[in-house]
């Protein structure tokens, strides 16, 4: 049987169950749960730590907040990539996770009013947040079939909005900053409950030489009465073809990835996209999403527009699930960048008007109204559909080296822009970020109708498709 018949039979969707690629999917998701929690908890807690614990922080300190996060998050991926890739494997890489949260929710509620403390919680914070960017597309795309790969890769975005939603409802209800530090902590804490169930992925065994291991996970994965031949056959041939280049030192396999025309083509798709995901600003949206609120004058009470604001992205997600494989991807990313770009120049126009003080008391909810159209449009595209084409577009021999690449920089775009926004805001004023935001969903436009259809291929045939044609010998 040849590659090209097996990948064949790989696409047609199988008889069998799906249940527990579903359930791995989302316990190893689960902690980005608690990465969407950390992400969304700013919003309430910058508040009442100025409040209740540090009244003299300062936006220079906000904004260090804001990034230390996403600075961890940057530096901590290539050991991420080793984890993942070393004996401790998938699994025990996610469940790795967990120390850093404990310690960064611990220090929340031992020393709240130590402006070092906060520091190292979000630094720390960021490790876990960081490693998990890497480990769960790569722990995904290996267990889960064709047909339902970009569904469940779409998971990692829908379990941190839905952190990032209980986030901004936490800041409703509780008012106490060591409170919702209690549950953060007890939020990793279910995870660690939860994440012993995960198998193991079968290619990752493969390639550590446990074929039996790799074949009962497999069976688990696949359902008892699903035949295995096909694809335990399709993974050994990427491992018979691969085996050669797994012995490459990271240097030679960076040098592949850059000097080989399809590669090359592959890694820029998502690191493109992803620039101009961050610079549409949704870091600052919503780590800011309180202060934006309120520096708009609006009717609504910050916390609840920040909820109103996070279930609004949290359903929309859901829809790009249902609709990534079988609409594809890059319809979904041109609808989202146009609606982005509207809905962020209707911010920026009311910032702009409020800034040259026009009466606006009677359009309150246009803020609200425009960030709703922003989120909605941005998860059902903008966001996910970057992560989803990185999960899927790389071959076995180089997908941590690229995923890892892939995630090194976007953390460092996502510490940029949360590191400078309160401060271009304090000198700039609030109007012409947002106006700089609206040309960043405009510039991902641009990139989005230069992107590539990825829908129902395996990685071999997106390489092929990325591939220089050769001309026509005549």
Request: hydrophobic share 50%; charged share 15%; aromatic share 10%.
């Amino acid at each position: 049987m040849t590659r090209s018949d097996v990948e064949r039979a790989l696409k047609t969707p199988a008889a069998g169950s799906k249940t527990w690629q579903v359930l791995a999917t989302i316990i190893a998701t689960s902690a980005h749960f608690s990465s969407g929690y950390a992400v969304g908890f700013l919003s309430p807690a910058i508040p009442l730590i100025r409040k209740q614990h540090l009244p003299d922080l300062t936006e220079d300190q906000e904004g260090n907040l804001g990034s230390l996060m996403l600075l961890s998050g940057t530096l901590v991926s290539p050991l991420a990539a080793v984890l993942a890739d070393s004996r401790i494997g998938r699994k025990g890489t996610c469940i790795l996770t967990a120390i850093p949260f404990i310690v960064c929710f611990s220090l929340n509620i031992l020393f709240p009013s130590s402006i070092v403390a906060h520091y190292c919680a979000r630094f720390f914070v960021g490790i876990s947040a960081g490693t998990l960017t890497i480990v769960c597309p790569l722990y995904i795309s290996e267990i889960s079939e064709l047909s339902i790969r970009g569904s469940l890769n779409s998971l990692v975005v829908i379990m941190f909005n839905s952190g990032l939603f209980v986030a901004y409802l936490a800041g409703i209800w509780i008012h106490s900053f060591v409170l919702l530090s209690v549950l953060g902590l007890a939020l990793i804490l279910i995870f660690l409950t939860v994440c012993w169930f995960m198998p193991e992925s079968p290619e990752f065994l493969l390639k550590h030489g446990h074929k039996e291991a790799a074949v009962r996970s497999l069976r688990r994965l696949r359902g008892a009465k699903i035949d295995l031949q096909e694809e335990m056959k399709y993974m050994e041939i990427s491992r018979a073809d691969n085996t050669e280049d797994d012995e490459l030192s990271t240097w030679r396999k960076f040098v592949k990835v850059f000097g080989t025309p399809s590669l090359r083509k592959a890694i820029f798709i998502p690191m493109i996209l992803m620039f101009f995901q961050q610079f549409a600003g949704i870091i600052a949206v919503i780590s800011y999403t309180s202060s934006i609120f309120s520096m708009a004058g609006s009717t609504l009470d910050p916390n609840v527009a920040a909820a109103v604001i996070g279930l609004i992205q949290l359903v929309a997600t859901f829809g790009t699930t249902a609709a990534v494989d079988r609409l594809g991807r890059r319809p979904l990313l041109l609808t989202s960048s146009i609606v982005t770009a509207l809905s962020m120049a209707t911010l920026a126009l009311y910032f702009h008007l409020k800034a040259n003080d026009v009466d606006l008391s009677s359009f309150g909810l246009v803020p609200l109204v425009a960030l709703v159209g922003y989120i909605c449009f941005f998860s059902l595209g903008l966001g996910p559909v970057p992560w989803v084409i990185l999960g899927e577009i790389f071959t076995p021999d180089v997908k941590t080296l690229c995923t890892t690449i892939a995630s090194m920089w976007v953390w460092g775009l996502c510490t940029i822009v949360a590191k400078i926004f309160p401060t271009l805001v304090a000198a700039l004023g609030i109007h012409w970020v947002m106006w700089a935001f609206s040309l960043g969903c405009v510039l991902a436009l641009v990139a989005s109708c230069f992107t590539p259809e990825t829908k129902g291929k395996s990685p071999s045939q997106i390489q092929e498709m990325l591939a220089p044609k050769r001309g026509r010998k005549g």
